[in-house]
């Protein structure tokens, strides 16, 4: 079900939101934290569908801010989703022109669960300085995605200056898998055999490629080479080189890897690209900063080499 308010306050949608729950239409208990999205008119509903997705694992109270035109009029419509409409969650969506356009902490405050956590996710473009932004300020954890970049290189360069306990990324969640079979891969190694060097190849828009690089270099200690491959291919592969062989895992489709290891047949494993709700329902089971993901992203990425181009026939 879905209840518009067009030219509304939220004092308005506050109650229309007790009324509703009055008729047993819509129930807060249960609600786990408060996600608020923060996007643009028009550009909400993927960033809602991967919320109501997510919210059947962490139900939660969805506020979607869709900033307008601050060349319009002030003026501010909203809609409220529940049922079929809203997954396990309730979605309130804040569509803001004018003066209300700018993301604002005041549009959501009394819309928030009373004594549940914040979690603040700018699916497109994120501000400078999430920490510091007006929902960043009250959030516990601030979700940004550096895909969406035009730069990602640049992208999580801006992201190592502004970093704050909190932030995450999506493209460092998107390397949950990759992390998991490396880790599998090398816990058959003693230390007798160290490894030597290490390749990654990835697309040149990946941000994923270059988190995934530093988190290498960090834990394992020794220089990457990183090779760029055509924009929208993702992660390629990642080879480890040891003295007596090398380990690699390559991924030539967007659903399978294989992984070769000097001395053993190949093996095929499942490694699909992960969907946007499963990457922001892995984020909203944790609330605590990621001190891995601050390393890499402060630490190891300034000690990357500038990519390789990869020649292509």
């Known amino acids: 079900m879905i209840v518009e308010l ?52 962490h139900p939660c109270r969805i506020i979607v801010l ?9 003026r501010l419509d909203g ?11 309730e979605v309130i969506v804040l569509r803001g022109s004018g003066e209300l356009a700018a993301e604002n902490e005041s549009l959501v405050s009394a819309l928030l669960l009373p004594d549940a956590p914040i979690v603040a996710w700018w699916p ?66 003693d230390g007798s055999d160290p490894i030597t060097a290490i390749s990654v190849e990835g697309a040149s828009d ?17 220089p990457v080479s990183l090779s760029e491959n055509i924009a929208g291919s993702g992660i390629g592969s990642v080879t480890l080189e040891r003295s ?20 053993q047949p190949e093996q095929k494993i499942a490694l699909p690209r992960r969907s946007l709700q499963d990457c922001l329902a892995e984020e909203l089971r944790r609330l605590d900063p990621d001190e891995v993901f601050g390393e890499v992203l402060t630490k190891g990425l300034a000690k990357l080499p500038s990519p390789k181009k990869v020649a292509h026939s």
Do not use: C
Not at 69 to 74: P, V
Not at 82 to 87: E, F, N, R
Not at 142 to 163: F, K, N, V, W
């Open 206 to 222: 990946s941000p994923s490629t270059l988190l995934l690089a530093a988190w290498l270099q960090l834990a394992l200690a020794v």
């Open 79 to 89: 809609e409220i989703r529940v049922g079929g409409d809203a997954g396990a969650s």
């Open 6 to 57: 067009p030219n509304t306050t939220t004092s308005k949608i506050t109650k229309e939101i007790v009324n509703m729950r009055e008729q047993g239409g819509v129930v807060a208990l249960g609600r786990v934290l408060t996600l608020v999205v923060i996007t643009s008119s028009g550009a909400e509903e993927e960033a809602i569908t991967a919320a109501n997705l997510a919210s059947r694992e």
């Open 244 to 263: 007596e062989g090398r380990v690699e895992l390559r991924r030539p489709d967007a659903m399978n890897a294989v992984l070769s290891q000097t001395g």
């Open 66 to 74: 869709a900033a307008g035109s601050a060349d319009e009029a002030t």
């Open 124 to 189: 497109r473009q994120a501000p400078k300085f999430p920490s510091e932004s007006p929902i960043g300020r009250i959030a516990h954890r601030r979700i940004t995605d550096s895909s969406s970049a035009a730069d990602p290189r640049e992208a999580l360069s801006g992201m190592a200056h502004s970093y704050a306990d909190g932030d995450t990324d999506l493209a460092w969640t998107r390397l949950t898998n990759w992390r998991i079979q490396l880790a599998a891969a090398l816990d058959q190694y």
